[in-house]
Every structure is written in structure tokens, then in C-alpha cells.
Nanobody, 124 residues
Framework: QVQLVESGGGLAQAGGSLRLSCAAS????????MGWFRQAPGKEREFVAR????????YYADSVKGRFTISRDNAKNTVYLHMNSLKPEDTAVYYC?????????????????WGQGTQVTVSS
């Protein structure tokens, strides 16, 4: 089992940047692929990015490709989401999640563990 705690959210202007962090408890962090999802008010939770257990493979939603970068530091039990060129439509609660399945998934239900979320608000 793993517990996840996100941080780094806040208010940014359009075109600005933020870095989200997700700290994981436990000694088996490197056993999980990690993902970031987001949920805007009145909308369903959507996939943002995913990184493999080793960090070699990354996957992105088309809406953030080229602007967001997911990375991880297994020695620090932390996964990051670097967000650049932010847009007002990026406003949402951002969640990190852990997936015990090594095969790529963009489906929220496939992820076993979730953090509590961190709010990102982008003003125009």
C-alpha cells in the first residue's frame, strides 16, 4: 500500500508555470507506475500524464503535450508535474495516482491509490 500527498498547487497567470509534487510513503514506490489526473468543476476526472516505474517511458494527454512534463525521483519517493505555458483551461484539482499494473493506462479506475488533490487555478 502507498499513501500519496500532493503539493505545489496555487494561482498562476496564463503563460506561467507551476510544479506539482507528489510524495509517496512506503518503500515500494518504484514498484508503481505513476499518473497525474485532473478534475475541473462539473467535469469528469481526466488523464494528464503517466510515467513508468523506472521513469523511462512517459505518456501525455494531447491537451498538455509539449507544455507539461512528468518526472520522478525514486530515491525521494516523489513524482513531479512541471506545467509550463499554463492556460485558463488547465484550472482544476490535480491528483496523483499509483498504478500497480506496469502497462500503460489512462483510465482512472485502473489506478489503485490516490492523493487528496491540489488546486491549480490559472487566471487569464
Amino acid at each position: 500500500q502507498v499513501q500519496l500527498v500532493e503539493s505545489g498547487g496555487g494561482l498562476a497567470q496564463a503563460g506561467g508555470s507551476l510544479r506539482l509534487s507528489c510524495a509517496a510513503s512506503g518503500r515500494t514506490f518504484s514498484s508503481y507506475a505513476m499518473g497525474w489526473f485532473r478534475q475541473a468543476p462539473g467535469k469528469e476526472r481526466e488523464f494528464v500524464a503517466r510515467i513508468s516505474r523506472s521513469g523511462v517511458r512517459t505518456y501525455y494527454a494531447d491537451s498538455v503535450k509539449g507544455r507539461f512534463t512528468i518526472s520522478r525521483d525514486n530515491a525521494k519517493n516523489t513524482v513531479y508535474l512541471h506545467m509550463n505555458s499554463l492556460k485558463p483551461e488547465d484550472t482544476a484539482v490535480y491528483y496523483c495516482a499509483a498504478d500497480v499494473n506496469p502497462f500503460s493506462s489512462q483510465v482512472a479506475d485502473e489506478y489503485a491509490y490516490w492523493g487528496q488533490g491540489t488546486q491549480v487555478t490559472v487566471s487569464s
